[in-house]
Every structure is written in structure tokens, then in C-alpha cells.
């Protein structure tokens, strides 16, 4: 059948299985948005405030859901403005498809207006990105651009169309949605060696992240971990593949990480990896990390292997095909000394909980504890809130903790968060703190629009808090614009002038208050909880230091 360009994008999207599109329309996108008119009844989209909202949601989505998010910008600035949204996708694995509008063909290269090399701009940034110079290619390449967003490791792909080719006329064919490639297992030979290794560990660890959840491999997980008799942690990224209350489960390791997961992994003799990657945040100083001990790393890249740490063992495959493979020659195992010292890092770490009464941040996240359930999606936006979330949540289900990781993303909360109940379809809890949320704030007006039921769950300290406790540590106090007390915002007024409801709490009792009134709410609900501005996140590796300069309480 002969369609438009702009009806080719959009039935394009609908045969790829997309329900629901974030973005912001535009003079470059204006016929795309024609389109998305009049197929409305079979796509949904969201219009959101400003397009770096629009990125961040298609991920939020692509992150609860696991399937491809997509976002649309016009172009110039408006596809500028996905740029951050799209490296936070990048460095954390999410499936998405850009799509952005861009001036016709025979203005390319003359600085038209609002003309724009996203591609060259995007290109760190993406696992590749498309400039669509005729209509031919238009379907061919958004199938393509799906299928690579999926397959693999999985990550961003931008498609730019010109507006000649959105308005011209061209064949389509609706084809069914394109699949992802097959996963395959590392090679033979390569199990069979760390198979080895693993079986002569007496203090073995598995430690996981993101690219766990990506394969789908959590029974196989746990099924290693019982087999060798090992604990296990994870990364930011790995948080809620496994519950939190898993009996061999640790918690988070790293800079902010357990302090029992993060010494086990300095104590054991044999780290098995599963779709991770070790960073700074993980390893701290890399001369003294894992100093004798084997790490055998399964990751479907192979560029992560042996990238930042010395292998053992790099076994490029898909985790869950992996380590299918690898269980069968896996040797039943018990190491009673082991879990006796793993035990008494436990007991290590609980003797220096947190304790104390009133508004910290470990009574606010465990009376949050108690309004969850397993399906609830919780986002958070990256600072000293992030941390006391991943600390001190507690998530049964795979695909409900929506953070940004590599990327450290000040403001993906909102967008992420709206993106990720209208994947689940569930009511989502935002932990964020006041230089967060300022940031894109705005997107309060698309979570009203939409009534989006969101709780808002804002820390509010009245400083930079995470560069504060920098600035107190390690530069003598010089709290150099860290200090947000002089703009005296009101956030109960200022989501109330955004047509949501929203309360203050000054104490637990007016935080469980404003909590039932929060999840009984159908729309967004903000609620702005006080705590002290000299909270610290602990434990805490100093920067540049090793598990050996740990600190886990002020004065250490």
C-alpha cells in the first residue's frame, strides 16, 4: 500500500509491538504527529514537558517492562534535548529508539533552522543511529533499528528522518515484529575451564548487575549459588533481580555498597561474575581490588571483559545460556568457614545500623517498606536519596528498582517513573531529593495531564547532599554552592499550582499520615519529607581508596 512517510514511521511502531510514545512535537515532526493522530486509537502518546522528560520516560518504560522504549523529538534543539536521556540509556543497557524530525534533504549542510548532525552528536552515544535520506529505506531501517535495540547487549538506536522523506509517498507492507537475535552460550571449552576454577574455591562469591535481568537468568542465579555454597551481591544495576531478603543475598557492593557484601567480595577467593561491569564505583582503587582472587566474568560483550580487571576466566555469552551450561559441572559444595566469617559480616554490618529514632533516612525508606508491594515500581533520582533507596529497600519482583547508574543522571526520576507505570500499568513510588527533582520538575505537569498515580517521595535537606558529604569529608567544610536553603521553594505549594495533591512531614507520624493519603490518591501525590542536611550515606569508599579504607561511620 502507498502511505506518507510520516504513516509509514508511525504503522512502522505499531507492527513493532509499541503501545505508547513519549515526546514533544515540532515544525520538523509535525507530520509524524499528523499520523500519530489519526492512529491514535491503536498508539498512545505522551506528551511530555520538555523532551529530555520524553527520553527519560521511554526508558523508565523500557526498564520496568523490558521491552523497547520509544521516544520523538523535532529537530534542532528539540533533538538536542534527548541527548542526556539517550547516554543514560547508553552506558545502562536500556532498549530505545530515538526518533527525531530534521530539516529536508536539500537543506542539509546549510545550517538551516533548527538544523542539527544529531547523528555525529549521538554517535558515542548509541549502539548506531540512522540518517534516513529516502523513503525507501524508512521502514526497513526503523525494523532494523528495533532489532538492534534488543538484541545483544541492548542500548539506544537513533532514527533521524529528513521532512522531504516524512511527506513523501512510498510503499509499505506491514511485517510481523522483528525478534531479537538468539542468545548463545559462551564457548565449551571456556565453561569447562572456569568450571574448574569454580569447584577449587573455598571462598567462592557471585556478584551480579544489570545484565542479569537483561537474560533473564535469576533461577540460574540462585542455582549456582546453592550448588557452590557461595553469597551473593550485586550492583546498583542488578538491584531487584533476586528479593532482598534472600537468605544468601548481601545487598549492594561498592562505593555505597552493604559493608558485609562489599568485604565478602574483598575476602573471597572466586568472584563469579554475571552481566556486570566492574567500575570505579565497584572496584575503588584497582591495584587493590580482588589482589588473589580468580573472577571468572560471563557477559554477552566481550568488550567488558578483562576491560578494567584482571580475568581468570572472560566468557562472552548470554548469562542464562551460560551458565545452563556451566551448572552441570558445577561440584556440589559446602564451605562451613566461609559462611561462618560471611556470618559474622553480617553481624558486623547490623551492629552498625543505623539505630537512631525520628526522621532518618533508614526509618523514612523502611515506613515507605510498609506501603509496597511486590509489583510496585520504585524510581529514584541519583544522589544521597539513591543510595538510602538501593540501601534500604526492600523489592520482591525482577524490573522494580529504576535508577540510572552509569551515568549518575540528576532528574531521571519523573520521566522514568511516568514511564515506568505506564508500562506496568501500577501505581510508582519516586524517591528523589530537592536538587533531583528541581531539575525536571516540569514533568509534573505530564504526570497531572495523564494522572499518572505516582507518589512522590521528596527527601528534602535543603542542600546538594552527596556533594555536601564530599565537601564535609574530604574539603574541610567548604560548602562551596551546595546550600539550597535561599531558594525557598515551596514543593507542597508548587505541585499543588501543578494540579497535584501533596503534603508536608515533619515527623513519621505525619510521613504515615501523608503516605496513606498518597497511595489512596488516583494521580500524582507529592509528599516533602524533611531530614537533616548532615545525613550521611555509609558506608563509603573515600575516593581512590580500597575495601581496606572502607568507612562506616564519621570518624573512622
Request: with cysteine; proline share 4%; aromatic share 6%.
Amino acid at each position: 500500500m502507498k502511505l506518507s512517510g510520516s504513516d509509514i514511521i508511525v504503522r512502522t511502531l505499531i507492527e513493532q509491538g509499541t503501545d505508547v510514545v513519549f515526546g514533544y512535537p515540532g515544525g520538523q515532526v509535525i507530520n509524524i504527529y499528523d499520523s500519530l493522530y489519526k492512529y491514535q486509537d491503536e498508539l498512545k502518546h505522551i506528551l511530555t514537558a520538555h523532551e529530555q522528560g520524553a527520553s527519560h520516560a521511554a526508558d523508565g518504560y523500557a526498564r520496568a517492562t523490558g521491552k523497547v522504549g520509544v521516544c520523538i523529538a523535532t529537530s534542532g534543539p528539540g533533538a538536542t534535548n534527548l541527548v542526556t536521556g539517550i547516554a543514560t540509556a547508553y552506558i545502562d543497557s536500556v532498549p530505545m529508539v530515538a526518533i527525531t524530525g530534521n530539516v529536508p534533504n536539500s537543506t542539509i549542510g546549510t545550517d538551516g533552522f533548527q538544523e542539527i548532525d544529531i547523528t555525529g552528536i549521538t554517535l558515542p552515544i548509541t549502539k548506531h543511529n540512522y540518517f534516513v535520506g529516502s523513503i525507501d529505506k524508512l521502514a526497513p531501517t526503523i525494523r532494523e533499528a528495533f532489532h538492534l535495540a534488543k538484541s545483544g547487549r541492548p542500548g539506544p538506536v537513533l532514527v533521524d528522518v529528513p521532512k522531504d522523506v516524512q511527506t513523501a509517498m512510498g510503499d509499505y507492507e506491514p511485517q510481523p515484529s522483528v525478534a531479537a537475535d538468539l542468545p548463545a552460550a559462551a564457548k565449551e571449552i571456556r565453561i569447562q575451564q572456569a568450571a574448574a576454577t569454580i569447584n577449587a574455591a573455598k571462598r567462592p562469591f557471585v556478584y551480579f548487575g544489570g545484565g542479569l535481568i537483561t537474560s533473564g537468568a535469576q533461577e540460574e542465579l540462585l542455582a549456582v549459588a546453592e550448588k557452590i555454597d557461595a553469597p551473593i551481591g550485586c550492583s546498583m544495576m542488578g538491584i531487584s533481580a533476586i528479593p532482598t531478603d534472600h537468605p544468601r543475598f548481601l545487598g549492594m557492593q561498592g562505593m555505597h555498597g552493604h559493608y558485609a557484601c562489599s568485604m565478602a567480595m574483598h575476602q573471597a577467593d572466586c568472584i563469579v561474575a554475571l552481566g556486570c561491569r566492574f567500575n570505579d564505583r565497584v572496584t575503588g582503587d584497582r591495584a587493590k581490588f580482588a589482589v588473589g582472587t580468580k573472577i571468572v566474568h560471563i557477559d554477552i560483550d566481550g568488550a567488558e571483559l578483562g576491560k578494567t580487571v584482571t580475568l581468570a576466566h572472560g566468557l562472552r555469552g548470554d548469562v542464562k545460556k551460560t551458565l545452563e551450561k556451566l551448572l552441570p559441572l558445577l561440584e556440589q559444595k559446602t564451605h562451613p568457614q566461609w559462611q561462618a566469617a560471611v556470618a559474622r559480616l553480617r553481624e558486623e554490618e547490623r551492629q552498625g545500623t543505623d539505630s537512631r529514632e525520628g526522621m532518618t533516612p533508614r526509618n523514612v525508606i523502611g515506613l515507605l517498606n510498609r506501603y509496597l508491594n511486590e509489583n510496585t515500581p520504585v524510581a529514584t533520582d541519583v544522589g544521597q536519596h539513591q543510595m538510602w533507596a538501593a540501601q534500604y529497600l526492600n523489592l520482591k519482583k525482577t524490573r522494580r528498582f529504576i535508577s540510572s547508574g552509569g551515568l549518575g543522571t540528576m532528574g531521571f526520576g519523573m520521566g522514568a517513573a511516568m514511564g515506568a507505570s505506564m508500562g506496568t500499568g501500577e501505581r510508582v513510588v519516586l524517591v528523589t531529593g530537592d536538587g533531583s527533582f528541581g531539575m525536571n520538575l516540569n514533568e509534573l505537569a505530564t504526570a497531572v495531564a495523564n494522572r499518572v498515580p505516582l507518589v512522590i517521595l521528596l527527601l528534602n535537606n535543603g542542600v546538594l547532599g552527596m556533594v555536601r558529604q564530599w565537601q564535609t569529608l574530604f574539603f574541610d567544610k567548604h560548602y562551596s554552592n551546595t546550600t539550597l536553603d535561599a531558594r525557598q521553594t515551596d514543593f507542597v505549594k508548587l505541585a499543588q499550582a501543578f494540579g497535584a495533591q501533596a503534603s508536608r512531614a515533619l515527623t513519621l507520624e505525619e510521613l504515615e499520615a501523608a503516605l496513606d493519603q498518597a497511595f489512596a490518591c488516583d494521580g500524582p501525590y507529592l509528599i516533602d519529607c524533611a531530614i537533616d542536611k548532615d545525613e550521611f550515606v555509609l558506608p563509603m569508599l573515600p575516593p581512590g581508596g580500597s575495601m581496606d579504607d572502607i568507612i562506616t561511620r564519621i570518624g573512622d
